[in-house]
């Protein structure tokens, strides 16, 4: 049974040359520029670390917002293992805000890749007691959502806290995606809410083709 397109986008991990990174994300985002006069949907970008890729897609979403218009942002994915929750939800919350809601986050969990080698640089007094599970993104969400993080809120001198993370953009979090590598991520994503990226998702537990449907 065929169906009519709906939408269409694409995917890229940004390379760049080692001694010319500028012109590698510069090329990167004149590829978003130009996908949004031919008609895409949407731009999704990889996240790469310690590669010749893009390694902050948020911040290159950030750029693409202020010379774009209507095409939709995507990360695909940023991998959790790397980030603290509270501070991405302050970068994807004001870029979202940036792009006046266009912005479509996916993420993944687990370890970081190689991470024996990169734990003393990434997290050198707290790799042993670091969790990177489903309760990393679970955290994240809450925060997007506007859940509260601090029981203060109000004014101490001439300086005005709030209680949730700031700014807050509503309807993020109605945006935010989950990249499955396996059927039981993939009811797990279902069950939370989550959209559904599923590139990595190639076999059902017997073995045969995943189907989506």
Do not use: K
């Not at 897609?57 to 202020?66: I, Y």
């Not at 003393?120 to 309760?135: C, I, K, N, S, V």
């Amino acid at each position: 049974m065929t169906r009519p397109l709906r939408s269409l986008g694409f995917l890229t991990i940004g390379l760049f040359d080692r001694d010319d990174p500028r012109a590698g994300h510069e090329a990167t985002l004149a590829i978003i520029e130009r996908a949004e006069r031919l008609g895409f949907d949407s731009a999704w970008l990889r996240d790469r670390h310690l590669q010749y890729g893009i390694s902050s897609p948020v911040a290159v979403l950030a750029a693409a917002s202020q010379r774009t218009h209507r095409i939709r942002l995507g990360t695909a994915v940023i991998p959790l293992g790397y980030e603290n929750p509270f501070r991405l939800a302050e970068d994807l919350a004001t870029v979202d805000v940036l792009t006046g809601g266009r912005l479509e986050p996916g993420f993944s969990v687990g370890p970081p890749g190689r991470f024996d080698e990169i734990a003393p640089a990434l997290y050198p007094d707290t790799a042993e007691h670091e969790q990177f599970g489903y309760e990393r993104l679970v955290r994240l969400r809450r925060y997007l959502a506007g859940d509260r993080v601090s029981p203060f809120s109000g004014t101490e001198g001439i300086e005005a806290y709030s209680e949730r993370i700031e700014p807050h953009s509503p309807g993020l979090v109605d945006r935010l995606w989950y990249g499955a590598a396996s059927p039981a991520s993939t009811t797990w994503a279902a069950e939370n809410g989550f959209h559904l990226l599923t590139s990595s998702v190639v076999q059902s537990v017997n073995s045969t083709d995943f189907d989506t449907e």
